[in-house]
DNA sequence: ATAGGGTTAG
C-alpha cells in the first residue's frame, strides 16, 4: 500500500499527537484538536468591475477596452461603445472589434450583431468574433450562417466553430471540420482533443492526441491540460506514463495548474504514490485546486483516514475548502462516520455561503444518513430548491439504511408524483428499504413493478435485495429459488452470503451450507464465509462441524479480518481493535469497561458466552465478549464526552449479539442514545431498545 | 493593439 505521510509534505503540526490512535495500516492518521480554519470573509470572486467606470476622457476609454483582464456589465460595455463612438467618423476597427468581442463574451449577442452589421468596413476578427459569440452560446445554426458567408476565413475562424460543435455535444461536426480546414494550428488540435474528452470519447481522444504527436506537432500546455482528463477517465497507467514523458520531453514548466491535472491522472489510474509524491511537489500548493484531486483520489481508492488526514492538514496550511472539496471529502467523512466532521463541513458552506446545490445536498443526505442523523438529511433535503433524481435517492436510500422503510417508500411514491426519471438506483434504495424493515410483501411489489411497470431491468443490487427480504422473513427455500432459477445474472458473492446471512438467522444448516459452498467457490479467501457457517453449526449444536469449518480455515491461511471500532471525539477518530490496548486512555477505557459490566450484571445482564467458540474456561470467555471493539468504543465514548450526549459508532463487521444486547442495556442505565452502523445497518439504541427490533 | 484551445467532484 502506498505511505501517505504528512511529512512528505513539510508540515510541522502544530499539535502534538497526544492522543493519536494509530491503526496498523496507517503510518498517520489523526491527531487531536481537529482545528477550525479561521473564517475570512473574502469569498467570492468577482467576475465584473465592483465600481462603475469613470472615464475622463476618450483615450482612457481606449485603454479599458484593451485591458484584456477585465470584464465589464452590459451597462459598461455600453458606456465604453458610446466613448468610441464619439471617437470621430471612422474608428478604429480595432476598437469595434473589441467591443463586439465584449457584447459577444457575456451572451449579449443581439448587441454584437447590431455593432457588426453598423461597421461600414469588417474584417476577418470582425467576422470570427462574432461567430464565435454565437458558438459559445450554443447557437450553432447562426453561426454556421455566419461561417458560411465569409468570404475570408482563417484558422481562427475555423477553429470557433469546431469548438462550439464540441461544446454542444456534436463531435462529429466538429471533426468534419477539422478534417476540412486548410490549415490548422495546436488550437485546432487541443479544441478537437477537448471536445472528444468533454462528450465522453476518452479513446478517440488520445488517439487524435497519438495523431498529432506523429504528425510532429508540438503539444503545449494546453494540450497536455486537455488529454490528461481522458488518460485519467481510461484509467490507463500506461498512457499516462507516456504523456508525463512527453512532457518531460517537450521541456513544458510543470506549473500549479498542469500539476493538479496529472496529480488526477494518476489517482484514477490507481498510482496513488505516484500521484503523492506529485501533489507534495506541486508548486501551487496554497492553491485549493491542487489539494483537491489527491483528497478525491483516496478517497476513491477507499483511503478514507488517509483523505481526512489530509484535510486536516490541508486547513492546518490555512488552505481554505471548496465546493469540489466538500464533494470530494463527503464521502470519507460519511463512511467513517465522523459527524462532528461532518456537521462541520456543512456549517462551513453556510458560513462561506457556499451553495448547498443539488451535488453538494445528496453528499450531505448521504453522509448524514450514513452517520445515522436521519433527521438533519431530511433537513438538507428539504433546503435543496431544485431536487435531482440523485437527491432523491440518497434521502431514500437514507431513510432506508436507517431502518425507517415505511417513510423511504412514503417518499418513494412522492417521487413517482414529482415528475421524476425514476431509476434503476431508486429501485435499489426502495428495496433496501424494504429488506431493512422486514416490508416482504411491499418488496416483491416493488421488485414486480420495476420489471413489469417501469420495464427496468433487475441489477445484482436488486436481487440482492429480493434475497435479502426473504431470507429475513425465513422464505428461504422461495430465496434460494430465485437465485438458482429466477436470476437472469449469476450470482455473485453478495447474494450467497445474504442467504447465508438469512440461514443464521433462521438456523437453517442445510441451505446454509449449499450457500456456504458456492461462496466458498467465488471466493475461497474471504473468511465471512468459513465464520458464519461455523457459527450455524455452533447454533445448531453440531460442535464438532463448527470446529471443522475453522480449521478449514486456518488450513487454507485464511484470517478473520480483525473487527474494528471508529468512533468519533473532539474532530478525531478513534479506532479500537478486539482486545486494544493501545488507545492513550487504555486503563481509563478498561477501567470503565469493569465498572459497566457490574452496573448491567445487576439489574440481570448475563454475557453471552456462547458465542465463544473456543474452548476455555467461563472467566476467559467473559473476558473475550468484553474485549469486542464496540464495547472499547463505546466505554472511552462514555468517558470522553458531555453527560447525555448522544455516541456514534462504526464497525466493519457485524455485531454479536451479546454486543447488541450490552448496548440496549448501556443506553438504558446511562440514558445514551448509542448508534452503530455496522457492515450492513443501523442500530438506534434508546432507553433498552434497539430500533432493528432485535431483527438483524 | 482586436478573435480561438486548458486543471480539481459526480
Not at 438533519?376 to 432523491?392: D, P, Y
Request: proline letters at 3%.
Amino acid at each position: 500500500m502506498v505511505l501517505i505521510s504528512s511529512n512528505l509534505l513539510n508540515v510541522r503540526h502544530p499539535i502534538a499527537y497526544s492522543s493519536v490512535r494509530v491503526s496498523n495500516e496507517c503510518p498517520t492518521i489523526f491527531s487531536s484538536n481537529f482545528q477550525l480554519p479561521t473564517a475570512k470573509n473574502n469569498v467570492s470572486p468577482i467576475t465584473h468591475s465592483a465600481t462603475p467606470l469613470v472615464v475622463e476622457e476618450p483615450h482612457q476609454a481606449i485603454s479599458f477596452l484593451l485591458d484584456r483582464s477585465k470584464r465589464y456589465t452590459l451597462e459598461e460595455s455600453k458606456q465604453l461603445h458610446s466613448y468610441i463612438v464619439k471617437l470621430g467618423s471612422s474608428p478604429n476597427i480595432y476598437f469595434i472589434n473589441t467591443l463586439i468581442h465584449l457584447y459577444a463574451v457575456d451572451g449579449h449577442l443581439v448587441d454584437a450583431r447590431k455593432l457588426f452589421d453598423k461597421m461600414s468596413h469588417r474584417d476577418v476578427v470582425s467576422w470570427t468574433t462574432l461567430v464565435d459569440g454565437y458558438a459559445k452560446f450554443g447557437k450553432m445554426g447562426d453561426a454556421k450562417d455566419l461561417f458560411d458567408s465569409m468570404l475570408e476565413r482563417n484558422v481562427v475562424s475555423w477553429n470557433v466553430m469546431i469548438s462550439g460543435y464540441g461544446k454542444c455535444g456534436d463531435v462529429e461536426a466538429a471533426r468534419q471540420l477539422f478534417d476540412q480546414m486548410p490549415e490548422r494550428d495546436i488550437v485546432s488540435w487541443n479544441t478537437l482533443i477537448s471536445s472528444y474528452v468533454w462528450n465522453g470519447f476518452s479513446e478517440e481522444a488520445f488517439e487524435m492526441f497519438r495523431d498529432a504527436i506523429i504528425e510532429n506537432v508540438l503539444p503545449n500546455k494546453v494540450t497536455f491540460l486537455s488529454i490528461l482528463p481522458a488518460v485519467a477517465d481510461l484509467g490507463c497507467a500506461f498512457r499516462g506514463g507516456y504523456v508525463h514523458t512527453l512532457i518531460f520531453k517537450t521541456g513544458i514548466d510543470v506549473d500549479g495548474v498542469l500539476c493538479s491535472a496529472l496529480v488526477d491522472m494518476y489517482c484514477k489510474c490507481d498510482c496513488l504514490e505516484m500521484a503523492f509524491q506529485l501533489f507534495a511537489s506541486n508548486p501551487a500548493r496554497r492553491n485549493v485546486a491542487s489539494w483537491n484531486p489527491m483528497l478525491a483520489g483516496l478517497v476513491r481508492c477507499n483511503s478514507f483516514e488517509k483523505a481526512l488526514d489530509l484535510f486536516r492538514t490541508m486547513q492546518l496550511q490555512n488552505v481554505e475548502p471548496d465546493y469540489v472539496t466538500m464533494i470530494a471529502i463527503l464521502p470519507a467523512i460519511a463512511n467513517l462516520g465522523a459527524v462532528g466532521i461532518g456537521k462541520w463541513v456543512h456549517s462551513y458552506t453556510q458560513r462561506k455561503k457556499i451553495r448547498v446545490n443539488a451535488t453538494l445536498g445528496s453528499a450531505l443526505v448521504d453522509m448524514y444518513s450514513k452517520c445515522g442523523c436521519i433527521e438533519l438529511s431530511l433537513q438538507v433535503f428539504t433546503m435543496v430548491e431544485h431536487k435531482t433524481i440523485e437527491l432523491w435517492n440518497a434521502m431514500v436510500a437514507g431513510l432506508a439504511i436507517n431502518g425507517q422503510g415505511k417513510d423511504a417508500i412514503e417518499l418513494f411514491y412522492q417521487m413517482c408524483v414529482a415528475n421524476l426519471e425514476i431509476d434503476d438506483r431508486s429501485f435499489a434504495a426502495v428495496l433496501n428499504a424494504c429488506s431493512h424493515s422486514g416490508l416482504v410483501d411491499d418488496g416483491l411489489e416493488f421488485f414486480a413493478a420495476m420489471k413489469d411497470v417501469y420495464k427496468i431491468s433487475p441489477k445484482i443490487q436488486h436481487y440482492g435485495c429480493i434475497v435479502d427480504l426473504l431470507g429475513r422473513a425465513g422464505k428461504l427455500e422461495e430465496a434460494k429459488d430465485l437465485i438458482c432459477n429466477n436470476m437472469l445474472i449469476k450470482p455473485d458473492t453478495v447474494i450467497w452470503k445474504s442467504l447465508l446471512g438469512a440461514c443464521k438467522i433462521h438456523g437453517n444448516v442445510k441451505i446454509g451450507e449449499f450457500a456456504a459452498s458456492h461462496l466458498i467457490e467465488l471466493d475461497p479467501s474471504d473468511s465471512s464465509s468459513y465464520v458464519l457457517m461455523s457459527s450455524i453449526y455452533d447454533a445448531a449444536g453440531q460442535l464438532n462441524d463448527a470446529i471443522m469449518m475453522r480449521k478449514m480455515m486456518n488450513e487454507a491461511g485464511i484470517r478473520k479480518e480483525p473487527g474494528f471500532s471508529l468512533i468519533e471525539s473532539g474532530g478525531v477518530v478513534h479506532k479500537f481493535f478486539v482486545a486494544d490496548k493501545s488507545h492513550p486512555r487504555s486503563e481509563e477505557i478498561y477501567t470503565m469497561l469493569d465498572e459497566m459490566g457490574s452496573k448491567l450484571k445487576s439489574i440481570g445482564y448475563v454475557p453471552n458466552t456462547k458465542l465463544v467458540l473456543f474452548d476455555i474456561d467461563e472467566v476467559e470467555k467473559e473476558a473475550a465478549i468484553y474485549n469486542h471493539s464496540e464495547k472499547l468504543a463505546i466505554a472511552f465514548g462514555l468517558i470522553d464526552s458531555v453527560n447525555g450526549a448522544p455516541l456514534h459508532i462504526v464497525k466493519n463487521i457485524r455485531m454479536c449479539s451479546d454486543c447488541h444486547d450490552f448496548m440496549k442495556l448501556v443506553s438504558d442505565i446511562y440514558n445514551r442514545e448509542i448508534v452503530i452502523r455496522d457492515q450492513r445497518r443501523f442500530h438506534h439504541f434508546r432507553s433498552g431498545k434497539c430500533s432493528c427490533m432485535d431483527y438483524w
